[in-house]
């Protein structure tokens, strides 16, 4: 059934539009992206650490496209083979998805640099904007990387190693659905996106209010006003809502009996504590 479906999956019209469309996509990305990072190294437009970390920052989108591109046109080329070579052992699509996927999840964190380099030049003012030291676009940059190659790594041997766990077959493997759902993805991101909205609500909101409010109707624009506050309160409600139906985890929480988790009892934590303090203590103060 596995082959059957593999070899009708990666010959279907919509899967075969989908990845030319990738390809097309990231070739047109790829060109775009390179002409501007290859303007913010070459010429000094930014600061020296803002233009590492921009060059990181380009660096990991250009990643994550070229990996986007190799993905599509591999399973374009899938299409002439016979159905056994389509199908994907579950290890090693988990593998493959981690790799591949794994750049989307460190743009964030290279867009968080970014944003503490520029705290620091505003806290530091011109003395750091003038130096040509590059050691915070450095730092950040390998905190940037660090997590992602180390996966990567571990991933590829994975790839090529020999797996002893299930194998199991998969019809067809895609980036995004054959490894677990991270917190950010559970969690943060619907958090992030309703603050999001309910922010520019807000600012939509005032600007009507002003807008009523210059026409002689301060009446109108002072309720809009309130309105707007009110949005930033909704928040107050959505955020525990969205916690509370995204983490099954929290659901368990008002039972009578706590939950079991695999962690020590607070009384064997501080019976290690209080050994540890035993021991570094001098024998006469012990007593």
């Not at 989307?104 to 944003?115: C, H, I, K, P, R």
């Not at 922010?199 to 009446?219: E, P, Q, R, W």
């Not at 939950?259 to 934590?269: G, K, S, T, W």
Request: proline letters at 4%; one cysteine or more; a positive charge.
């Amino acid at each position: 059934d596995s082959l059957q479906l593999a070899e009708s999956m990666i010959s279907h019209p919509g899967i075969v539009s989908v990845h030319s469309i990738m390809i097309l996509v990231s070739i047109i990305g790829l060109c775009l992206m390179l002409v501007i990072l290859s303007a913010i190294a070459t010429y000094r437009v930014f600061q020296i650490n803002l233009r590492l970390l921009l060059c990181s920052l380009c660096a990991i989108v250009i990643f994550r496209t070229l990996s986007s591109l190799v993905r599509a046109s591999y399973f374009l080329s899938l299409a002439g083979r016979t159905n056994c070579e389509q199908t994907w052992l579950v290890w090693r699509c988990q593998s493959y998805s981690i790799i591949i996927a794994g750049p989307g999840m460190v743009t964030g964190t290279a867009f968080l640099a970014v944003a503490v380099e520029r705290i620091i030049a505003l806290v530091l003012g011109k003395k750091y904007e003038d130096t040509n030291i590059p050691i915070v676009g450095v730092i950040a940059s390998l905190i940037v990387w660090f997590e992602y190659l180390y996966t990567a790594i571990f991933e590829l041997i994975a790839l090529n190693g020999k797996h002893q766990g299930d194998n199991h077959l998969l019809p067809y493997c895609t980036s995004v659905s054959h490894h677990g759902l991270s917190l950010t993805t559970r969690l943060v991101i619907p958090c992030a996106v309703s603050f999001f909205l309910l922010y520019v609500i807000t600012i939509v909101g005032s600007f009507l209010a002003s807008t009523i409010s210059s026409h002689d109707n301060k009446m109108m624009g002072t309720i809009v006003k309130e309105l707007c506050s009110l949005a930033f309160n909704c928040y107050s409600i959505i955020f525990p809502l969205i916690l509370w139906m995204r983490e099954p985890r929290l659901k368990l929480s008002l039972r009578r009996e706590p939950l079991q988790l695999n962690e020590p009892p607070v009384a064997a934590h501080f019976d290690v504590v209080t050994k540890m303090w035993e021991c570094a203590l001098p024998t006469r103060s012990r007593s």
